[in-house]
């Protein structure tokens, strides 16, 4: 079956560090990919996504490259701040219709000191 | 936009009580959600997809007399923890997708903030 695989946390970054966060997944087709960010008390945000080898996302600075021959999306992002700190969720869904069915990796929890 | 809410965040209830919790599109219509369970320092892990009007799937494994599954209107589900127990404790998260989203985006998942279940 699909699976993700991300990079265990916590991650703690002086601000404007530069930020991996590493995710590898397993599918038996053509998955669509997802970075999630959760905020302290709050739901679970789409951050980026790709949907095709070698699609490269981007957003607020984060950016991740679909890699099929390593089958990994790594998150990454030049300088972070403060306000970054939250739980990242790298995810991917089963081939096909939407996103529908989403597979989830365990989340890293990222915190940023100034 | 696209907002979805959970209530209650937090409940705490007796072993052999049921829980209802509800999952509410605030802004737009659901036509399916979803339910998740998250254990500490784990993954989401989909529980059930429900379309309004129609019977929730359960994915395998998932115990549908236990944890039933509602979405009787396109803004509103309900997951019931029935004769809940310590090991149903855990953080339940929903999300929904739907129409009548800006920008004409009727694939993406919205979720909620979730709800931590204690059960003594």
């Known amino acids: 079956g699909n699976s993700v695989t991300q990079m265990e946390g916590p991650v703690t970054l002086s601000e404007e560090a530069f930020l991996t966060i590493n995710c590898t997944y397993t599918?038996?087709?053509?998955?669509?990919l997802f970075w999630y960010v959760q905020y302290p008390g709050e739901g679970l945000q789409l951050l980026l996504k790709?949907?095709?080898?070698?699609d490269k996302g981007s957003n607020k600075g984060f950016e991740a490259t679909y890699r099929k021959e390593t089958t990994s999306f790594h998150l990454e992002k030049g300088s972070v701040q403060v306000s970054d700190s939250a739980v990242y969720f790298c995810?991917?869904?089963?081939?096909?219709?939407?996103?529908?069915?989403?597979?989830f990796g365990t989340g890293t929890r990222l915190t940023i000191i100034p | 936009g696209a907002v979805v809410s959970q209530h209650p965040s937090r409940v705490i209830c007796k072993s052999g009580t049921s829980v209802k919790i509800e999952c509410r599109s605030l802004?737009?219509?659901?036509?399916?959600m979803f339910w998740y369970r998250q254990f500490p320092k784990q993954s989401l892990m989909l529980m059930a997809t429900?379309?309004?009007?129609?019977?929730?799937?359960?994915e395998q494994g998932v115990e549908k007399d236990k944890f039933l599954i509602n979405h009787a209107s396109l803004t509103l589900s309900t997951l019931t923890v029935t004769s809940a127990h310590p090991e149903d404790s855990s953080f339940y998260i929903c999300?929904?997708?739907?129409?009548?989203?800006?920008?004409?985006?009727?694939?993406?998942?919205?979720f909620g903030p979730g709800t931590r279940l204690t059960v003594t």
């Open positions: 999300s929904a997708r739907g129409v009548g989203l800006a920008g004409g985006n009727n694939y993406e998942q919205y």
């Open positions: 599918a038996t087709g053509y998955p669509s």
């Open positions: 790709a949907t095709k080898a070698d």
């Open positions: 995810a991917l869904s089963d081939p096909g219709f939407g996103n529908e069915k989403l597979t």
């Open positions: 802004d737009f219509q659901a036509t399916t």
């Open positions: 429900s379309n309004e009007g129609s019977k929730a799937t359960y």
